[in-house]
């Protein structure tokens, strides 16, 4: 099994800066990639940022510019830098990994999500 623990979330207010963090623990062979969701109220969850096996990233069109997305291997954890935070971040948001494990002498995939940490952003 594998554990993702999300950090950092709070309330800050417009224009202001978060920094998230999520560290994975457990059965780990390889992390593949590590991503951030989020889900507001009344709202379907959305890809936030991603970033794959090596240095390829991805972010949604809504956080370009302002969020920033970065892995420490050694230390199976990634994070995500917001600025210029605005009241439509809010959210919680959800770590999400594709972590390759040794199960019976066997490379197995899994997807993980973590609990999720609440972010709001107002004045």
């Known amino acids: 099994q594998v554990q993702l623990v999300e950090s950092g979330g709070g309330l800050v207010q417009p224009g202001g800066s978060l920094r998230l963090s999520c560290a994975a623990s457990?059965?780990?062979?390889?992390?593949?990639?590590m991503g951030w969701y989020r889900q507001a109220p009344g709202k379907q969850r959305e890809l936030v940022a991603v970033?794959?096996?090596?240095?390829?990233?991805n972010y949604a069109d809504s956080v370009k510019g302002r969020f920033t997305i970065s892995r420490d291997n050694a230390k199976n954890t990634t994070y995500l830098q917001m600025n210029d935070l605005e009241p439509e971040d809010t959210a919680v948001y959800y770590c999400?990994?594709?972590?390759?494990?040794?199960?019976?002498?066997?490379?197995?995939?899994?997807?993980?999500w973590g609990k999720g940490t609440l972010v709001t952003v107002s004045s």
């Open positions: 999400n990994a594709d972590i390759m494990q040794v199960v019976a002498d066997h490379g197995v995939g899994m997807n993980y």
């Open positions: 457990g059965n780990i062979f390889r992390i593949n990639s």
């Open positions: 970033n794959l096996s090596g240095t390829t990233t």
